[in-house]
T-cell receptor
Framework: DQQVKQNSPSLSVQEGRISILNCDYTNSMFDYFLWYKKYPAEGPTFLISISSIKDKNEDGRFTVFLNKSAKHLSLHIVPSQPGDSAVYFCAATRPGGATNKLIFGTGTLLAVQP | ETGVTQSPTHLIKTRGQQVTLRCSSQSGHNTVSWYQQALGQGPQFIFQYYREEENGRGNFPPRFSGLQFPNYSSELNVNALELDDSALYLC???????????FGAGTRLSVL
């Protein structure tokens, strides 16, 4: 059962334009969400997160939006840069349990074309 | 501040062998989690260690085991290796109460 889904395996965007990466989840108990970026031969790097008590969190060029009723979140990158080309993973967790394990989606490969 | 480091970076084993992977947590972090990332998939939670005890486990068989040491470093041991164990193994560290986990570069395990 895939509790966190990223239905777009890949996305190609022109430099300077907006990149929108989407993520859906099925478990309503999730209340903290994270985005990680992964370059080849490196581990995932934390990018931005959002708590379920918010619907938006912004950090520089990166903004995450959360729609709890739709169980959907998205990551917006504006403006996109070639260095943003990487695999982006959405992850969810349930703080307050014995283990803050992260449940990951399958990732979206973003290619930013110069 | 030292980040999460993992060793070795690559490893080749044959089916039935045993392997030990190592992880040093980020400075000040007392919790270590291990994940398996198969090709084309997202990382899957194996288990987490806190205060040298297993603190939660994912859907992995008992031949996957671990240790955490007093300095918070950790080991992942896999016995009786199977071909399907070929994957990238990621270690992540965090504060006990922290939601954000910081990952190492991983160990690429190939089982032949």
């Amino acid at each position: 059962d895939q509790q966190v889904k990223q239905n777009s395996p890949s996305l190609s965007v022109q430099e300077g334009r907006i990149s929108i990466l989407n993520c859906d989840y099925t478990n309503s108990m999730f209340d903290y969400f994270l985005w990680y970026k992964k370059y080849p031969a490196e581990g995932p790097t934390f990018l931005i997160s959002i708590s379920s008590i918010k619907d938006k969190n912004e950090d520089g060029r990166f903004t995450v939006f959360l729609n709890k009723s739709a169980k959907h979140l998205s990551l917006h990158i504006v403006p996109s840069q070639p260095g943003d080309s990487a695999v982006y993973f959405c992850a969810a967790t349930r703080p307050g349990g014995a283990t803050n394990k992260l449940i990951f989606g399958t990732g979206t490969l973003l290619a930013v074309q110069p | 501040e030292t980040g999460v480091t993992q060793s070795p970076t690559h490893l080749i084993k044959t089916r039935g062998q045993q392997v030990t992977l190592r992880c040093s947590s980020q400075s000040g972090h007392n919790t270590v989690s291990w994940y398996q990332q198969a090709l084309g998939q997202g990382p899957q939670f194996i288990f987490q260690y806190y205060r040298e005890e297993e603190n939660g486990r994912g859907n992995f068989p008992p031949r996957f085991s671990g240790l955490q040491f007093p300095n918070y470093s950790s080991e992942l041991n896999v016995n009786a290796l199977e071909l399907d164990d070929s994957a990238l193994y990621l270690c992540a560290s965090s504060l006990e109460s922290g939601f954000i986990q910081y990952f190492g570069a991983g160990t690429r395990l190939s089982v032949l």
